[in-house]
T-cell receptor, first 114, second 114 residues
């Protein structure tokens, strides 16, 4: 079965540093997402991306966050200056259609900000 | 009122028992409803979509009550492998031309005991 792949699986960084989380969505999918889950909390929507632009973003997705699809396969999330509270599991997801009927999640990147 | 509310549990049930979870949502504009399953420190995986007429997939039955803004999941003949956190997920009305993020509940933790 095709899958969404994310790298790295774990990322440790110092507060104030920039991090880039990488995702390779399923190849024929058109809609891409980032979600995050702080330990013990619910999964939270960050941003959706379609047709090379942001479709929607949550209030969590402030100016410190950006997304990019630099080529035909990668989808990245950049955090410019990490804060302690950015520590979380970050999940990339993709789907072919916009209805979210079949949303596939990657296995996540655990980000630890020290 | 929280957007998607679930009893966090844990629900401890013996193998073979029937267990039911409930979920309420606050946004009456929600159009799509799902149950996801999340194993510890793993990504959410779609268990089933929830349709207005109710739907069944093997041992799993989902029901939707739009008037009461209430969703349920029933698991019959529970197995040890059903132990996981079950996430109630809703999607707002799709406005077209983009992709809306899903709203997750915090999840109900299920433990099946031998």
């Amino acid at each position: 079965e095709p899958e969404v792949t994310q790298t790295p699986s774990h990322q440790v960084t110092q507060m104030g540093q920039e991090v880039i989380l990488r995702c390779v969505p399923i190849s024929n999918h058109l809609y891409f997402y980032w979600y995050r889950q702080i330990l013990g909390q619910k999964v939270e929507f960050l941003v959706s991306f379609y047709n090379n632009e942001i479709s929607e973003k949550s209030e969590i997705f402030d100016d410190q966050f950006s997304v990019e699809r630099p080529d035909g396969s990668n989808f990245t999330l950049k955090i410019r200056s990490t804060k302690l509270e950015d520590s979380a599991m970050y999940f990339c997801a993709s789907t072919f259609g916009a209805s979210n009927e079949k949303l596939f999640f990657g296995s996540g990147t655990q980000l630890s900000v020290l | 009122r929280k957007e998607v509310e679930q009893d966090p549990g844990p629900f401890n049930v013996p193998e073979g028992a029937t267990v039911a979870f409930n979920c309420t949502y606050s946004n009456s504009a929600s159009q799509s409803f799902f149950w996801y399953r999340q194993d510890c420190r793993k990504e959410p995986k779609l268990l089933m979509s929830v349709y207005s007429s109710g739907n069944e997939d093997g041992r799993f039955t989902a029901q939707l009550n739009r008037a009461s803004q209430y969703i349920s999941l029933l698991i019959r003949d529970s197995k040890l492998s059903d132990s996981a956190t079950y996430l109630c997920v809703v999607n707002r009305e799709y406005s077209g031309g983009g992709a809306d993020g899903l709203t997750f509940g915090k999840g109900t933790h299920l433990i099946i005991q031998p």
